[in-house]
């Protein structure tokens, strides 16, 4: 029995589920009920068996109130508890093992991507075919000084790890369900592992495509992350060598090559034309 997390009851219907949407939430009681509504009717617009996880990392607030509600409601919501705040990549880890699609698309809960872009992601993953779909996002609104930072740390990990991502820390993602659980594996502990998941599937040789989609404001509740982010920038620098030595030896591998072993392994075909990283 798992330990680490509690879930509300499977849905009963049967039916192979294609797609799996994961949304930690830390205390985002303001956010969740806009999430589902609008996840939903993106489902019902996309005519796929599609779920979507709540994971409540030890919120503060009413937000796991709010989520069992809802899967009380509709039997393609789903939640998980943790007991205790155990971070954004813990809550990914929970909601992808608890997930039951062939792809799961990852999504940040308080509504700065929007649930709209998902179909978006799904078809770029449709047509091209790659390991994994991470969106490129767009600020419609977000201040400018965390908008800096963001380029910065985004350069940073390009020239550590030797990629041309355009959005490396995108947590708006979409993959096939064992591609993210490989991400997600690591050998040190890390605070902020949520900042490589672009370079963690790049060193594994995943393809990566990417797709432009808009970054809105925070619906309610507000970030993690202080307006003066410098401890934050301190021990993610400090971790980002971390990582590059845990994967140094990684480096070596061939992108393409690993890729295509993949895509046979799974009797994918070989797309003509990509978007390559
Ligand atoms: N599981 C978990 N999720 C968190 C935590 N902190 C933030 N989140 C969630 O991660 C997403 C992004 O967090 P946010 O604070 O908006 O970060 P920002 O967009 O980088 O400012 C939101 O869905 C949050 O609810 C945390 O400690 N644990
Ligand atoms: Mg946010």
């Keep these: 029995m798992n330990t680490r997390y509690t879930t509300t009851p499977a849905p009963r219907h049967g039916k192979p ?56 409601q509709d039997e393609r919501v789903r939640g998980v508890k943790h007991g205790e705040n155990s971070g954004i990549e813990a809550a990914w880890k929970s909601g992808v093992e608890t997930s039951e699609g062939h792809l799961v698309c990852l999504i940040d809960a308080d509504l700065q991507n929007r649930p709209e872009d998902i179909p978006l992601l799904y078809k770029t993953y449709v047509r091209e075919v ?3 779909v ?60 949520q900042s490589f998941i672009g370079v963690a599937a790049g060193v594994r040789g995943y393809l990566i495509a990417e797709a432009d989609t808009a970054f809105e404001s925070r619906g309610a509740g507000k970030s993690f992350l202080p307006r003066f982010p410098i401890m934050v920038s301190a021990r993610i620098a400090w ?39």
Excluded at 34 to 52: K, N, W, Y
Excluded at 165 to 171: E, T
Excluded at 242 to 270: D, F, H, I, N
């Design 17 to 72: 589920i294609t797609l799996s949407v994961v949304a930690p939430c830390f205390n985002e009681e303001g956010n969740v009920n806009a999430l589902v509504d609008r996840t939903l009717s993106v489902f019902d617009e996309m005519g796929t068996v599609a779920e979507i996880i709540l994971v409540d990392d030890g919120s503060a607030d009413s937000t796991w109130g709010c989520i069992t509600k809802r899967a009380e």
């Design 130 to 132: 790659p390991d994994m």
């Design 134 to 193: 991470q969106a490129v996002r767009h600020p419609t609104g977000s201040p400018k000084r965390r908008h800096v930072f963001s380029r910065g740390l985004n350069l940073l990990l390009n020239t550590a790890f030797g990629m041309k991502l355009r959005d490396n820390k995108s947590g708006f993602i979409l993959a096939r369900r064992d591609v993210l659980s490989n991400i997600l594996r690591h050998h040190y502990t890390y605070r902020y592992y």
């Design 239 to 277: 971790e980002l060598a971390k990582y590059r030595y845990e994967t140094w030896s990684w480096s070596s591998r061939g992108a393409t090559g690993r890729s295509e072993a993949l895509r046979q392994s799974v009797g994918l075909p070989t797309p003509t034309q990509g978007d390559a990283t």
